[in-house]
């Protein structure tokens, strides 16, 4: 909207030469145009004051739409982490494959045989087996390897002595477990060991 003032007309005196006041029609005047200079200036203010109000609800909920678009991302990868884990704790390896212990003299070898293994989620991956070598007599070991790609054909077995290692967890969320053997006696025969063979 346009703002148009009034105009003091030429022969309008503006003050009382009797009284030293300003006139009647000065007063009007002078009034009239202060009230809508007033009036004008609160309106741009209060549009000022709304647009401030409106910029910060604005920032407002782009911070809560933030908040929520990252809690979304955790809760997503929450999710996905949880059944890439289960996924792993679920698996287990057909039934011809075999972890034996072996006395080689003067210590002990653990043969992994090749296996496949059988995922919930319908994957499955061909391993190789392999020989470890080097471990201690009358020992209950625990194989297993890490496998971050879940789709690894040469995995890395380790035996371990803890039983709790070859569990996968969050922090280990794709440890894969094998089986454990106790190894015998120097000169005992082979040993058979116990498989976590695929239920599903």
């Not at 289960?86 to 034996?100: K, M, Q």
């Not at 007599?137 to 054909?153: E, G, L, M, N, Q």
């Not at 380790?158 to 280990?172: L, R, V």
Request: overall charge negative.
């Amino acid at each position: 909207m346009v703002l148009r003032l009034p105009r003091l007309q030429t022969n309008t005196a503006i003050v009382d030469i009797k009284t030293g006041n300003p006139t009647t029609a000065f007063t009007r005047f002078w009034n009239e145009a202060m009230g809508l200079i007033e009036t004008n200036v609160n309106g741009i203010q209060a549009a000022l004051d709304a647009a401030a109000a409106a910029n910060a609800a604005a920032v407002v909920a782009q911070t809560a739409a933030a908040t929520a678009t990252t809690a979304a991302a955790a809760a997503q990868a929450s999710a996905d982490g949880n059944g890439g884990l289960n996924n792993v704790l679920n698996s287990g390896v057909d039934e011809f494959a075999s972890i034996t212990s072996q006395d080689v003299g003067t210590d002990i070898d653990i043969i992994v045989s090749a296996n496949t293994r059988y995922r919930p989620d319908g994957t499955s991956t061909a391993c190789s087996g392999t020989t470890i070598t080097h471990l201690a007599y009358s020992t209950r070991y625990w194989i297993y390897y890490d496998d971050p790609t879940d789709a690894d054909t040469t995995p890395t077995y380790i035996a371990t002595d803890d039983g709790s290692e070859p569990q996968a967890t969050t922090t280990n969320p794709h440890r894969y477990y094998m089986g454990t053997v106790l190894t015998g006696a120097a000169l005992d025969p082979d040993q058979a060991g116990t498989m976590n063979f695929w239920a599903g």
